[in-house]
């Protein structure tokens, strides 16, 4: 009895507390819901009838994802859930939160469903190829992002964005600021499909420019921003006078940007060329005095949405390629100052490029732009 | 109300129903709601792929209904799953081996992670969750040891610059893509062990030792009993069932995913937990753990084809475990075997 009177006595007191402290702030506060991650899109008009089977609505499409979690992956659903809309399809979503056993499952169960195309969102070609092949078996159009699903499903289309033209974009502009025959950092890990491709073309431009590449680091972990930092801070002290940095993929980049502020004597001298964009991405371009002055980016709702313009195509008959690339735009850091960019939403605002809606466009199909 | 709806008789006998019959009710329930709303919901094709996703968590329920039918719980079978994926990719794909060879190689690395529990938890006297929960982390980490933290999978290029030599062979590849007539194999193999498992516990004198152990350790060694013996054994069990959920996963998979198995842990201990409510048995059991795995295939596929988000899945999944555990340990007016020893 004793014990729970002084616990009452113990939770009142809390409260109470609590409550002073709240009381404290004069101003309204209003509950704020966490900002929403559903973009609103809008969608532009169509100049010509739509061909079978988008003639009527309640066309059925899955999107098999293998992770949803996450504001990238929010985002790019976000994007496929408004362009199936703007399409009059009924969209339902399978996402194996990260487990591909479970996409593996779920790639079964949406071909059971009766549907008449699939989007699988990465994940293992070993893990899909079997569900794919018994998918076009049954008729059902495939449309594969980011998966190097053509070596065991030759008949599946593969989607992604172009790795090979956002590392270009990038190290053009690297090219043009630094000149040939200069000393330069490469932080960059190996075994990773897109990075992998990226790497393809930084040797490219190394070697037309004879720039000569004092180190090659980085690491890919659960926080790979934060491993790859003491490797990059290394690697600097011992070559302090490389004049620019590429790290093709913006945790690489955080941790570049990381590493060179334990590195002052460097600062002004260095500049980083990343890739990848997020708002959180954009307030580390435009602080004051970021090394980081240009990126290739994409926006995840347009892509979201282009692999459904992507899918529609092939289900009209009228997708002419099997392999399709989303090109990302060079954003520099001169250019979101210029247009006093903040974040995601400025950045769409300013460049309308971004949302690619010319990209498997057609004049029967209704574009979202975000 | 007549007055006899309201006699305490009459209120004891729907609470024995609701406990003996109500999870069943649930899962009927659900199940009928959804195959009337959804058409494809109630077609040959997802029932099986349904009872599919169902069979990795039901066996590596099975491993858990052991440990907990002795008192205790195996924190490790998650990782154990994982490392018979890695097992088996690089008997496969380093070292060029058969099939089978990756099928032995596994089981026998189960029942070693299962022999390593036993020592520790019986010999060392560690309690069982601590043993496991430790032996947990030590496979996770181990298993990706020898390859480099990377995903094995054929034709992989290796640290030396070659091309790992060997691949999933195509009769390994059958495990889980394979048929019996109509029925998945991994849904056989499912069966067959909730069967076994049933059969050892309900109807052999070893399964009448294993639940008089978790009842009540010390009058079953004062009645003669090598305690000991049987706990390490029900360790042992589900270390082997555990890699035998592992196969599947690989198999699935395709290759050495680093994060297989990771998911299964809570999913197999959360079946076991609600098998325990089946029938009113109010102990764990396998055909309570087979049942829990259905109703949470059931849940998931159902709330996937109406549209809901994961988020809303896993809130979903949790409630329908509190609904069951409300039968087992709040209604049932038997006392619930299950007690974890820490």
New interface residues.
């Given amino acids: 009895m004793r014990i729970s009177t002084s616990l009452a006595a113990g939770v009142a007191g809390v409260l109470l507390l609590a409550g002073c402290s709240q009381g404290t702030t004069d101003e309204e506060t209003e509950p704020a819901a966490p900002a929403a991650s559903e973009e609103e899109a809008e969608v532009e008009e169509t100049t010509a009838d739509a061909p079978a089977p988008f003639d009527q609505d309640g066309v059925k499409v899955a999107i098999v994802q293998q992770s949803g979690q996450g504001d990238y992956f929010q985002q790019y659903l976000n994007g496929t859930k408004q362009q199936a809309e703007a399409l009059g399809i009924e969209l339902s979503v399978y996402d194996a939160q990260g487990d591909n056993a479970t996409q593996a499952t779920q790639l079964d169960q949406a071909i059971a469903s009766g549907v008449d195309g699939i989007i699988v969102r990465h994940g293992f070609p070993d893990t899909l190829c079997p569900g794919v092949n018994r998918a076009i078996d049954e008729g059902i159009k495939v449309i594969i992002y980011d998966v190097e699903i053509q070596q065991c499903a030759p008949d599946a289309v593969q989607t992604q964005q172009s790795d090979v033209d956002m590392a270009g974009l990038v190290l053009e502009k690297m090219a043009e600021d630094i000149g040939p025959d200069v000393n330069v950092g490469y932080v960059n890990v190996a075994g990773i499909a897109p990075l992998d491709r990226r790497d393809t073309v930084w040797r490219e431009y190394v070697e037309e420019n004879g720039w000569n590449q004092l180190f090659y680091t980085g690491t890919f972990t659960n926080s790979t921003a934060t491993d790859t930092a003491p490797l990059v801070d290394n690697a600097l002290k011992s070559n302090p006078d490389v004049v620019a940095i590429y790290a093709p993929y913006d945790e690489l980049t955080k941790g570049t940007l990381s590493a060179l502020e334990q590195n002052p004597n460097l600062k002004g001298k260095v500049l980083v060329y990343g890739a990848d964009i997020s708002t959180a991405d954009i307030e580390l371009m435009v602080a004051e005095g970021s090394p980081w002055v240009a990126t290739g980016a994409t926006d995840p709702n347009a892509i979201g949405a282009v692999v459904v313009r992507t899918l529609a195509l092939h289900m009209a008959g009228e997708l002419e390629e099997m392999k399709v690339e989303f090109p990302p735009i060079l954003v520099t850091q001169d250019f979101l100052r210029e247009n006093n960019v903040r974040n995601m939403d400025d950045l769409r605002a300013a460049e309308p490029a971004l949302n690619i809606s010319d990209v498997s466009a057609a004049d029967w199909i209704p574009s979202v732009t975000f | 109300m007549p007055e006899a709806l309201r006699s305490p008789e009459t209120v004891g006998r729907v609470r024995d129903a609701l406990v003996k019959y109500g999870f069943i009710a649930v899962t009927v329930v659900l199940f009928v709601f959804f195959a009337a709303t959804e058409?494809?919901f109630a077609?040959s094709?997802?029932m099986f792929?349904?009872l599919?996703?169902a069979s990795?968590t039901a066996i590596l329920g099975l491993g858990v209904t052991f440990t907990m039918v002795v008192g205790g719980l195996d924190l490790s079978i998650g990782a154990t799953a994982g490392l018979a994926v890695q097992l088996a990719a690089m008997t496969m794909v380093f070292y060029n081996l058969t099939g089978p060879t990756a099928v032995a190689a596994v089981l026998l690395g189960g029942v070693l992670v299962g022999l390593a529990n036993a020592v520790l938890i019986v010999v060392f006297k560690i309690p069982d969750l601590l043993a496991t929960l430790g032996m947990m982390f030590v496979i996770q980490g181990a298993k990706l040891i020898p390859v480099s933290g990377?995903?094995v999978?054929?034709g992989m290029?290796l640290r030396d610059g070659s091309v790992a030599p060997g691949r999933?062979t195509p009769d390994f590849l059958l495990i889980?893509?394979g048929f019996v007539g109509p029925v998945p194999l991994p849904v056989v193999i499912m069966l067959v062990l909730v069967v076994v498992s049933w059969f050892v516990l309900s109807r052999t004198s070893a399964g009448r030792i294993l639940y008089a152990i978790g009842a009540n350790p010390e009058a079953a060694r004062l009645a003669g009993v090598r305690v000991g013996l049987y706990r390490g054994l029900a360790y042992v069990i589900s270390g082997l069932f555990a890699s035998v959920g592992g196969l599947i996963?690989v198999s699935?998979?395709?290759?050495g995913?680093v994060?297989?198995g990771?998911?299964s842990l809570l999913e197999a201990v959360a079946v076991a937990l609600v098998g325990t409510s089946v029938l009113g048995l109010a102990r764990p059991n396998a055909w309570g753990t087979l049942l829990g795995a259905l109703l949470v295939a059931i849940v998931l596929?159902g709330l996937?084809?109406k549209?809901f988000?994961?988020y809303h899945q896993d809130t979903a999944k949790g409630f329908v475990l509190i609904v069951a555990l409300l039968f087992s340990f709040t209604l049932s007016r038997r006392k619930v075997r299950y007690t974890p020893a820490t």
């Fill in positions: 058409p494809a077609q094709s997802t792929s349904m599919k996703f990795v990377q995903s999978s054929s290029v999933f889980d893509r996963l699935r998979i395709g290759q995913d994060n297989a990771a998911s596929t996937t084809m549209g988000q994961y």
